[in-house]
């Protein structure tokens, strides 16, 4: 069993709906939970982190579930500029061992 | 401002043939980490140093070594490439502790034959 794992996709969704889409993780020892985007052939750039408590960042809101060892990702109001694979992150503790699920293509089209 | 800056960003290379990546900062980040991806596999850690003078293996060492040659420069090389190193490589940059937040180069993409 991989250590984060993500559907693939793709998730094609209508501009304007919400799309949400999880990531699971094996270590229930992981402290630090991130999301990542990665837009076609460019590199990783940090969407948010993920907090206990969850988090909002505009449209896009973020929770983690502890128990069931996931979190999630929405992305309300789609725009077609968030056309891109979402990257789940995962950390043990301090940043220096991340790890990185496979990526949830999205796609919005008009 | 140039962030991480990785060369070359193409390469084509035989089987057995050797090359270095080579990865700066200017932010003063005292982790560094080499990832490479493949389609379908996610980024996976080949190697980091988590400060100066330091290196450890990643998850997909194998084939790899590194230097971290002062705070800003850390390259990987491969000794003898073999085609199972064709990917992209990202070089990327942290401050370290708790943050997750990880400040990648544009990647370099290697082909072996």
């Known amino acids: 069993r991989k250590e984060v794992e993500q559907d693939p996709g793709p998730f094609n969704v209508p501009e304007g709906a919400t799309v949400a889409f999880n990531c699971t993780y094996s270590?229930?020892?992981?402290?630090?939970f991130f999301w990542y985007r990665q837009d076609c052939r460019k590199e990783p750039k940090l969407l948010m982190s993920?907090?206990?408590s969850g988090n909002e960042d505009g449209r896009f809101t973020a929770q983690l579930n502890r128990a069931s060892q996931y979190i999630s990702l929405l992305i309300r109001d789609s725009k077609l500029s968030d056309s891109a694979t979402y990257l789940c992150?995962?950390?043990?503790?301090?940043?220096?061992?991340?790890?990185f699920g496979g990526g949830t293509r999205v796609l919005v089209k008009p | 401002n140039a962030g991480v800056t990785q060369t070359p960003k193409f390469q084509v290379l035989k089987t057995g043939q050797s090359m270095t990546l080579q990865c700066a900062q200017d932010?003063?980040?005292?982790?560094m980490y080499w990832y490479r991806q493949d389609p379908g596999m996610g980024l996976r850690l080949i190697y980091y140093?988590?400060?100066?003078?330091?290196?450890d293996k990643g998850e997909v060492p194998n084939g790899y070594n590194v230097s971290r040659l002062n705070k800003r420069e850390f390259s990987l090389r491969l000794e003898s490439a073999a085609p199972s190193q064709t990917s992209v490589y990202f070089c990327?940059?942290?401050?370290?502790?708790?943050?997750?937040?990880?400040?990648f180069g544009e990647g370099s993409r290697l082909t072996v034959l």
């Open positions: 990327a940059g942290s401050l370290g502790g708790n943050t997750g937040e990880l400040f």
């Open positions: 270590n229930s020892a992981s402290q630090s």
């Open positions: 993920v907090y206990s």
């Open positions: 932010m003063n980040h005292n982790s």
């Open positions: 992150v995962v950390g043990k503790a301090a940043g220096n061992k991340l790890t």
């Open positions: 140093s988590a400060s100066e003078g330091t290196t």
